[in-house]
C-alpha cells in the first residue's frame, strides 16, 4: 500500500478478465465501467435501465473503439430479476474475476421492494447479497477473482434494529435507513472475508467507499446537493477507492478502501477504518443469517 496517489493508470491491460458493475448507468458504476473497458476487460453493466445502459455503453465504445461492453438487465429490488441476471451469466460465461457491487439508492422516501423488503435495504445490502451468492460457483472458479462491496461514511450512522429490519414498526426515517444500509455491506464484506479463510478457492473480498463524490444518487438528499458544490469530488476521483479494492494486488480480504483527505471526503484511495460498529462479529453474524432466511440464499 506504499503508492499513496493510486489512480487509474496504476490499472494494468485487463485482457481477457470478466468484470460485472452494477448500478452502471450513472455515477460510479458508469465511471469503473467506462476505465476498466479502456484497459481491455469484458465489462458487463448490470442495469435496472437497459435503454440508459445501452447509452452509456455506447459513449464507452465510441470513446475505446475495441472495447467489449454488454449490458444486461438487473434489478436488485426483485430476487426473481437477480435470480435471471445470474443464471444467464452462468450460462454464457465461464469465468467471473471481478464482481463490483455498486448499485444502490440513497434516502428514498419509504417504500418496498418486491419480495417486501425495506427499499433501500433490500437493493442495497439484500439484492447484493443474492447476487453474490448466486455468482459465487462462477467467482471461486476463477483463479484471482474479487468481490467489492460499496458502502459509505454513511454506514457510522447506522444501527441496524434487527427485530425490525424492514421499518414496519419504526417511523421511517430515510437517512438512517440509508445508514443501516450502508453498515450492513461493511457486515457483509467482513463476515464474507472471514468465511473465505476457510476456503482456498475463495475470491478476495474487499470494500470501499467514494467519500463525498458528485452522483445522481444524492437526488433525494436534499442539502447534500446543496452542499456537494463545496465539498465533493468529480465521479474519475469518487471511483477510484472501489477500483483499488478490485485492482491492486497487495490489497487483502477485509481490507476497506477509502480516500485519504479530510475526513475521508476527498483524494487519492488508501486502507481506511470503519467504525467499531462495523467490526461487531455478532451482528455481522446475525444479519448474515437474517439475509439467508430473507432471500432464500445459503452459501
Same mark, same amino acid.
Given at each position: 500500500?506504499?503508492? !499513496?496517489?493510486?489512480? !487509474?493508470?496504476?490499472?494494468?491491460?485487463?485482457?481477457?478478465?470478466?468484470?460485472?458493475?452494477?448500478?452502471?448507468? !450513472?455515477?460510479?458504476?458508469? $465511471?469503473?465501467?467506462?476505465?476498466?473497458?479502456?484497459?481491455?476487460? #469484458?465489462?458487463?453493466?448490470?442495469?435496472?435501465?437497459?435503454?440508459?445502459? $445501452?447509452?452509456?455503453?455506447? /459513449?464507452?465504445? $465510441? /470513446?475505446?473503439?475495441?472495447?467489449?461492453? @454488454?449490458? #444486461?438487465? *438487473?434489478?436488485? &429490488?426483485?430476487?426473481?430479476?437477480?435470480?435471471?441476471?445470474?443464471?444467464?451469466?452462468?450460462?454464457?460465461?465461464?469465468?467471473?474475476?471481478?464482481?463490483?457491487?455498486?448499485?444502490?439508492?440513497?434516502?428514498?422516501? %419509504?417504500?418496498?421492494?418486491?419480495?417486501?423488503? /425495506?427499499?433501500?435495504?433490500?437493493?442495497?445490502?439484500?439484492?447484493?447479497?443474492?447476487?453474490?451468492? %448466486?455468482?459465487?460457483?462462477?467467482?471461486?472458479?476463477? @483463479?484471482?477473482?474479487?468481490?467489492?462491496?460499496?458502502?459509505?461514511?454513511?454506514?457510522?450512522?447506522?444501527?441496524?434494529?434487527?427485530?425490525?429490519?424492514?421499518? @414496519?414498526?419504526?417511523?421511517?426515517?430515510?437517512?438512517?435507513? %440509508?445508514?443501516?444500509?450502508?453498515?450492513?455491506?461493511? %457486515?457483509?464484506?467482513?463476515?464474507? =472475508?472471514?468465511?473465505?479463510?476457510?476456503?482456498?478457492?475463495?475470491?478476495?473480498?474487499?470494500?470501499?467507499?467514494?467519500?463525498?463524490?458528485?452522483? $445522481?444518487?444524492?437526488?433525494?438528499?436534499?442539502?447534500? &446537493?446543496?452542499?456537494?458544490?463545496?465539498?465533493?469530488?468529480?465521479?474519475?476521483?469518487?471511483?477510484?477507492? !472501489?477500483?483499488?479494492?478490485?485492482?491492486?494486488? +497487495?490489497?487483502?480480504?477485509?481490507?476497506?478502501?477509502?480516500?485519504?483527505?479530510?475526513?475521508?471526503?476527498?483524494?487519492?484511495?488508501?486502507?481506511?477504518?470503519?467504525?467499531?460498529?462495523?467490526?461487531?462479529?455478532?451482528? =455481522?453474524?446475525? *444479519?448474515?443469517?437474517?439475509? +439467508? +432466511?430473507?432471500?432464500?440464499?445459503?452459501?
Amino acid at each position: 500500500m506504499a503508492k !499513496s496517489n493510486w489512480n !487509474s493508470k496504476d490499472i494494468p491491460d485487463q485482457k481477457g478478465r470478466v468484470i460485472i458493475v452494477t448500478g452502471a448507468t !450513472s455515477g460510479l458504476g458508469e $465511471e469503473a465501467s467506462r476505465v476498466m473497458a479502456g484497459k481491455n476487460a #469484458r465489462v458487463i453493466m448490470a442495469v435496472r435501465n437497459v435503454n440508459k445502459g $445501452e447509452i452509456v455503453a455506447a /459513449e464507452i465504445r $465510441e /470513446e475505446f473503439r475495441d472495447s467489449e461492453v @454488454e449490458v #444486461r438487465n *438487473l434489478d436488485l &429490488s426483485s430476487l426473481a430479476s437477480v435470480k435471471k441476471f445470474s443464471d444467464d451469466i452462468i450460462k454464457d460465461y465461464n469465468r467471473l474475476d471481478i464482481l463490483i457491487n455498486n448499485a444502490g439508492v440513497m434516502m428514498c422516501p %419509504y417504500s418496498k421492494t418486491a419480495d417486501g423488503f /425495506e427499499i433501500q435495504m433490500g437493493t442495497n445490502h439484500l439484492g447484493h447479497f443474492a447476487l453474490t451468492g %448466486y455468482l459465487m460457483p462462477l467467482l471461486k472458479s476463477t @483463479e484471482g477473482s474479487t468481490i467489492v462491496a460499496t458502502s459509505s461514511a454513511a454506514h457510522r450512522a447506522g444501527n441496524i434494529d434487527f427485530n425490525d429490519l424492514n421499518w @414496519e414498526n419504526r417511523k421511517y426515517n430515510k437517512s438512517r435507513a %440509508y445508514g443501516d444500509s450502508k453498515l450492513a455491506n461493511l %457486515y457483509f464484506a467482513y463476515e464474507l =472475508a472471514e468465511r473465505s479463510q476457510k476456503d482456498p478457492d475463495f475470491p478476495k473480498v474487499t470494500a470501499a467507499h467514494p467519500g463525498w463524490t458528485r452522483t $445522481e444518487l444524492q437526488r433525494h438528499a436534499g442539502m447534500t &446537493s446543496f452542499l456537494n458544490n463545496f465539498f465533493s469530488q468529480g465521479v474519475d476521483m469518487g471511483t477510484l477507492p !472501489s477500483l483499488r479494492a478490485a485492482i491492486d494486488p +497487495e490489497a487483502q480480504s477485509g481490507d476497506y478502501f477509502g480516500p485519504k483527505g479530510f475526513m475521508e471526503m476527498q483524494g487519492y484511495p488508501v486502507k481506511v477504518k470503519s467504525n467499531r460498529r462495523s467490526h461487531d462479529k455478532a451482528a =455481522a453474524r446475525k *444479519l448474515w443469517e437474517l439475509s +439467508e +432466511e430473507m432471500t432464500g440464499i445459503s452459501y
